[in-house]
């Protein structure tokens, strides 16, 4: 107990000696052990373990007080989905139509944060033969599900013009590009891969 005490004591630079004067007046210097049932859990990982990964629901396994949302292809392809009724202009977040309807002079009111607790949302894909149109395999969030629609069942508008590959979501397209070509690896067959 005194080299564990010791030990600590001096891992945060205060020497044991310089603890007297926190010890009540008729303490003694050797404090009894606590019960088991008062000490801290002892960890079970080595200290030099990386920490556990937070698992992901498994399928099967849904959140089961999320809010489950069905949009439609149109809506998730939508590049605007918030119009104004007065120039047709349209936008992509509601909160930009709000802050355009100031210039109509038009009654507006921008969404505050609210106190309550705000009930998760999931997304279905639209496409009936796709997982993650059941309901235990919704995506989490709105750009998720519209990068999901795009990539999996979207136009692929995007060609890369060294490989000819070609991709739906132009962020996906754009990463390609800084790498396409850049490393090779050519198989005795002659096929190339680029790792």
């Given at each position: ?5 010791s030990?600590a ?15 009540p007046p ?5 404090a ?19 920490p556990q ?20 292809p149109?809506?998730?392809?939508a ?5 104004c ?21 038009l009654?507006?009111k ?54 000819s ?31």
């Amino acid at each position: 107990m005194a080299a564990s005490s010791s030990s600590a004591a001096s891992f945060f630079g205060v020497q044991q000696d310089d603890q007297s004067h926190l010890l009540p007046p008729n303490s003694s210097a050797a404090a009894p052990p606590l019960p088991t049932h008062h000490q801290p859990p002892q960890s079970q990982q080595p200290l030099d373990a990386p920490p556990q990964k937070k698992k992901r629901n498994q399928p099967r396994t849904p959140n089961s007080d999320a809010e489950v949302i069905a949009l439609s292809p149109k809506t998730l392809m939508a590049t605007n989905r918030f119009i104004c009724e007065v120039c047709n202009k349209g936008f992509q977040r509601e909160q930009n139509l709000q802050l355009h309807r100031r210039g109509h002079n038009l009654p507006w009111k921008l969404k505050q944060k609210s106190t309550k607790e705000v009930k998760r949302k999931v997304y279905l894909c639209p496409e009936p033969t796709c997982v993650h149109h059941d309901p235990s395999r919704a995506l989490g969030d709105l750009t998720g599900i519209k990068k999901h629609y795009y990539r999996k069942h979207g136009e692929k508008k995007w060609k890369c013009e060294k490989c000819s590959k070609r991709y739906a979501v132009q962020s996906d397209w754009k990463a390609h590009s800084k790498t396409c070509g850049t490393k090779e690896y050519r198989c005795d067959c002659g096929t190339l891969f680029s790792r």
